[in-house]
């Protein structure tokens, strides 16, 4: 069975765990490296990160770009957006249906 994981630092993730998902804190980009991977690796198909850590983390989120899971979903942190999401979004609504719609 597949799970889903929030990761990215306590203040943003922690509310997630009231919704019956894995919250994964995560100090640094070394510790978010290695919860990305060991994430992806323990069938974690979805994995919420936190804006201000996938710009940490670019290589690493592009390693599973293509793949089936896990899916990187970027949210807001607490100090708010980075466009980064958005700006995911746009390009993959862009390569599925060839043109920017939004």
């Known amino acids: 069975m597949y799970k889903i994981a929030v990761m990215g630092d306590v203040a943003s993730v922690l ?3 009231a919704l019956g998902l894995d919250v994964y804190p995560v100090a640094g980009p070394e510790e978010g ?3 990305l991977h060991r994430l ?3 069938n974690y198909a979805i994995i919420y990160m936190t804006e201000q850590l996938a ?3 670019t290589t690493d989120i592009a390693r599973y770009k293509d793949a089936l899971t896990p899916a990187i979903i970027l ?3 607490k100090e708010g ?3 980064i999401g958005m700006a995911n979004i746009k390009t ?3 390569r599925a249906v060839g043109a920017d719609i939004l």
Do not use: S, Y
Request: aromatic share 4%; hydrophobic share 40%.
């Open 15 to 17: 509310g997630f765990k």
């Open 33 to 35: 490296h290695e919860t």
């Open 40 to 42: 992806a690796r323990e």
């Open 55 to 57: 710009a940490k983390l």
């Open 75 to 77: 949210i807001p942190g």
């Open 81 to 83: 957006p980075l466009g």
């Open 92 to 94: 993959a609504v862009e």
